[in-house]
T-cell receptor, first 111, second 113 residues
Framework: GQQVMQIPQYQHVQEGEDFTTYCNSSTTLSNIQWYKQRPGGHPVFLIQLVKSGEVKKQKRLTFQFGEAKKNSSLHITATQTTDVGTYFCAARGSTLGRLYFGRGTQLTVWP | DSGVTQTPKHLITATGQRVTLRCSPRSGDLSVYWYQQSLDQGLQFLIQYYNGEERAKGNILERFSAQQFPDLHSELNLSSLELGDSALYFC????????????FGPGTRLTVL
């Protein structure tokens, strides 16, 4: 099945610092999704990337899909305490509708 | 609030027992997905149903089974429970069976003692 590796597993930053998480695959991805899970919560969809080299922004969040469609990143500028949580990338499987989730990056923000 | 409901919120049971987790998808969503989230395995896809029929199977053990009923709610049955089955079980739904945004429920935390 589709495997996506996500790094780092943990990231601790001071409020105001930037944060980046990376998602990599050995095979070409048709598209990729990003989810956020707050502590004690459930995954919530953030965005979907489809095109090679695609860049999408949501306020302080910037999502990129690599030119070869084998990697993706999520960058948060000037983190806030509300950004705390685990960020997951998810890749489409060969079976319709199935998602393969990365292990996630757990972000802690110190005030 | 995603519109997906799951019951119960917490479940504590003993090894060897059988439990049923319930999920009601968002109104109008035909597809239901079940996931298991544990500390060592991350978020693992178990199974998908679309309009009452099994659509895709993932890392689901033979001791586990699921079904989707005509009213589109779904149940995940876990039997002969082991300590290692302790985890968060999420259900997600979306309108179609194709690839796209999934809406997750709040989860059921299962503890096997």
């Amino acid at each position: 099945g589709q495997q996506v590796m996500q790094i780092p597993q943990y990231q601790h930053v001071q409020e105001g610092e930037d944060f980046t998480t990376y998602c990599n695959s050995s095979t070409t991805l048709s598209n990729i999704q990003w989810y956020k899970q707050r502590p004690g919560g459930h995954p919530v969809f953030l965005i979907q990337l489809v095109k090679s080299g695609e860049v999408k922004k949501q306020k302080r969040l910037t999502f990129q899909f690599g030119e070869a469609k084998k990697n993706s990143s999520l960058h948060i500028t000037a983190t806030q305490t509300t950004d705390v949580g685990t960020y997951f990338c998810a890749a489409r499987g060969s079976t319709l509708g199935r998602l393969y989730f990365g292990r996630g990056t757990q972000l802690t923000v110190w005030p | 609030d995603s519109g997906v409901t799951q019951t119960p919120k917490h479940l504590i049971t003993a090894t060897g027992q059988r439990v049923t987790l319930r999920c009601s998808p968002r109104s109008g969503d035909l597809s239901v997905y079940w996931y298991q989230q544990s500390l060592d395995q991350g978020l693992q896809f178990l199974i998908q149903y679309y309009n009452g029929e099994e659509r895709a199977k993932g890392n689901i053990l033979e001791r586990f089974s699921a079904q989707q009923f005509p009213d589109l709610h779904s149940e995940l049955n876990l039997s002969s429970l082991e300590l290692g089955d302790s985890a968060l079980y999420f259900c997600a739904s979306r309108v179609s069976g194709e690839w796209g945004e999934q809406f997750f429920g709040p989860g059921t935390r299962l503890t096997v003692l």
